[in-house]
């Protein structure tokens, strides 16, 4: 990742957690007021951009967090087990952790793209999302209504679909899922593709976000010249969250 890119995407994470950007790479642990999107997020998030971890939580989980974080290092502070004792019997599930990767016109890779804009309603995406059920549909961010659906499509039917959703401001965040019966084709990597090269004029940087243990699409994003800068943990609480601090 070059300087440009990489300060870009610092620029990013400091907006998004409403943070210092020098504080993103501080290493250490560090607790944040998180920016709009946090208003009211019911959920103790935790961003790794090297060795510098980023905590947001509500405000009534301030002081554990304090106290449990105290003096821990990044491998201390970003697991599972931390998210646990800050949400203590509050946690629903955790969520993660994602890996978070970047391009740009000068790293992007693209390949042959392929599929096209379609409605968020189109009766075949219903198809698609019952072969591949409701934890991938979510992972692929289809859940929140936001952006523009692409659709790769064969004889009428969807094999593959991508869900283009803001990031800065812009529709610029890829999220995609392939029917099972079609996985290791290379549509999801052309659909991609086609929906880098459609946002990129606009957005100028593109984020991709996968699970961590999701190899295909950690390879999606490899092979179209995504480069990686940061993980993301959440702990989903039961209850709402007091506004945020």
């Not at 610092?10 to 907006?15: Q, S």
């Not at 309603?121 to 219903?126: M, Y």
Request: net charge negative; proline share 5%; aromatic share 8%.
């Amino acid at each position: 990742m070059d300087g440009h890119l990489r300060d870009v995407v610092d620029v990013a994470w400091a907006e998004a957690l409403d943070c210092d950007r020098r504080l993103v790479r501080t290493p250490g642990v560090h607790l944040v007021r998180g920016g709009p999107g946090f208003a009211g997020y019911n959920a103790v998030y935790m961003a790794r951009i090297e060795d510098a971890v980023l905590v947001y939580c509500p405000e009534s989980f301030r002081a554990v967090a304090r106290d449990l974080l105290a003096g821990c290092q990044a491998d201390d502070a970003f697991t599972v087990g931390a998210l646990e004792g800050i949400a203590r019997d509050r946690l629903e599930m955790i969520l993660g952790p994602s890996s978070h990767a970047f391009t740009d016109r000068r790293h992007f890779a693209p390949v042959p793209p392929a599929g096209r804009q379609v409605s968020a309603n189109d009766e075949r995406l219903a198809a698609l999302r019952a072969a591949c059920g409701e934890d991938e549909w979510a992972e692929a961010g289809f859940i929140f209504g936001q952006g523009v659906v692409y659709a790769m499509e064969t004889d009428g039917d969807v094999l593959a679909a991508g869900n283009m959703t803001p990031f800065r401001g812009r529709l610029a965040d890829v999220g995609l899922i392939t029917h099972p019966d079609h996985r290791g084709e290379g549509w999801a990597k052309r659909l991609a593709s086609q929906m880098v090269v459609d946002a990129l004029p606009d957005a100028g940087v593109v984020r991709y976000r996968a699970l961590t243990t999701n190899a295909p699409s950690l390879a999606v994003a490899r092979a179209l010249g995504f480069i990686w800068r940061g993980l993301n943990l959440v702990a989903r609480l039961r209850e709402p969250a007091v506004d945020a601090w």
